[in-house]
T-cell receptor
Framework: GQQVMQIPQYQHVQEGEDFTTYCNSS?????IQWYKQRPGGHPVFLIQ?????EVKKQKRLTFQFGEAKKNSSLHITATQTTDVGTYFC??????????FGTGTRLKVLA | NAGVTQTPKFQVLKTGQSMTLQCAQD?????MYWYRQDPGMGLRLIYY???????DKGEVPNGYNVSRLNKREFSLRLESAAPSQTSVYFC??????????FGPGTRLTVL
């Protein structure tokens, strides 16, 4: 079946360093979404990418959708302690079925 | 607006017991979802309901049943709980392929 893999599984960075997580699907996706989950919390939507090669920015966060619509990345510039949490991608194949990646847990050391 | 609410927040069951997890949303969303989250596994879709009156299986439906009671409510039932069903369960709602809004989760332990 369809799989969505994320790397790395864990990342520890010093505050102020950059961070990137990558998401790869075994099949072509309709859309891809990114979520953030704080420790002990629930996932919160960050963004959705729809077009091939699309790049979107939210302040220090940059999201990319690959040309083949099978991979995506999230880059955070100059991390802050508030960025701590687990970042998930969710690939959409068809209308309603979301396949979540395994997540990247980010720890930011002050 | 309360968003997505889930009850209970925590539950401990013995193997073989049954229970129903409740979920309600007040955002007038057509679509509702049940996920389970296990360490290192991300979120896995159990069942979803694209609209009132319809339900479909996700990745891991075995051992679960669902009911879309009305547009607001979507419940998840474990008929005979097993230790492998120990997990955190999240309900979510949304409009088709747009952002999903998640509830706070139910932490279930099956002994």
């Amino acid at each position: 079946g369809q799989q969505v893999m994320q790397i790395p599984q864990y990342q520890h960075v010093q505050e102020g360093e950059d961070f990137t997580t990558y998401c790869n699907s075994s099949t072509t996706l309709s859309n891809i979404q990114w979520y953030k989950q704080r420790p002990g919390g629930h996932p919160v939507f960050l963004i959705q990418l729809v077009k091939s090669g699309e790049v979107k920015k939210q302040k220090r966060l940059t999201f990319q959708f690959g040309e083949a619509k099978k991979n995506s990345s999230l880059h955070i510039t100059a991390t802050q302690t508030t960025d701590v949490g687990t970042y998930f991608c969710a690939g959409i194949s068809g209308t309603y079925k979301y396949i979540f990646g395994t997540g990247t847990r980010l720890k930011v050391l002050a | 607006n309360a968003g997505v609410t889930q009850t209970p927040k925590f539950q401990v069951l013995k193997t073989g017991q049954s229970m129903t997890l409740q979920c309600a949303q007040d955002m007038n969303h057509n679509s509702m979802y049940w996920y389970r989250q296990d360490p290192g596994m991300g979120l896995r879709l159990i069942y979803y309901s694209a609209s009132e009156g319809t339900t479909d299986k996700g990745e891991v439906p075995n051992g679960y049943n669902v009911s879309r009671l009305n547009k607001r409510e979507f419940s998840l039932r474990l008929e005979s709980a097993a230790p492998s069903q120990t997990s955190v369960y999240f309900c979510a709602s949304g409009r088709a392929v747009n952002e999903q809004f998640f509830g706070p989760g139910t932490r279930l332990t099956v002994l």
